[in-house]
């Protein structure tokens, strides 16, 4: 079972920022397209941010325009997902997942292989 880790998460004040990344070795990043998705409680799984294979596509989702930015970097195996500007709204568990694709999508059914989450609270 490929496994995809997801780290950088916690406790943020209002107006703060927070690096997440995601990261595997079980196989080649530069042939998968990644997606960022949060879920928070009571409410389903939503897709935030997605960057295809090749690092040339980049889509957001509209509460993370202008706040959040993907990345990735294919020689360290990790995607970056860079949220600032961060409000309480933000607070969820935050997933990474991957499929062997040039296409991105926010959609979950879309995507294969997935992480286990990583909290994020923002909160004073």
């Known amino acids: 079972q490929v496994q995809l880790v997801e780290s950088g998460g916690g406790l943020v004040q209002p107006g703060g920022s927070l690096r997440l990344s995601c990261a595997t070795s079980e196989f080649t990043w530069d042939d998968y397209t990644i997606g960022w998705f949060r879920q928070a409680p009571g409410k389903e799984r939503k897709g935030i941010a997605c960057?295809?294979?090749?690092?040339?596509?980049?889509h957001y989702e509209e509460s993370g325009k202008g706040r959040f930015t993907i990345s990735r970097d294919n020689a360290k195996n990790t995607i970056y997902l860079q949220m600032n500007g961060l409000n309480a709204e933000d607070t969820a568990v935050y997933y990474c997942?991957?499929?062997?694709?040039?296409?991105?999508?926010?959609?979950?059914?879309?995507?294969?292989?997935w992480g286990q989450g990583t909290q994020v609270t923002v909160s004073s």
């Open positions: 997942a991957a499929r062997r694709t040039p296409f991105c999508s926010y959609e979950p059914a879309w995507f294969v292989y």
């Open positions: 960057v295809n294979n090749s690092g040339n596509a980049t």
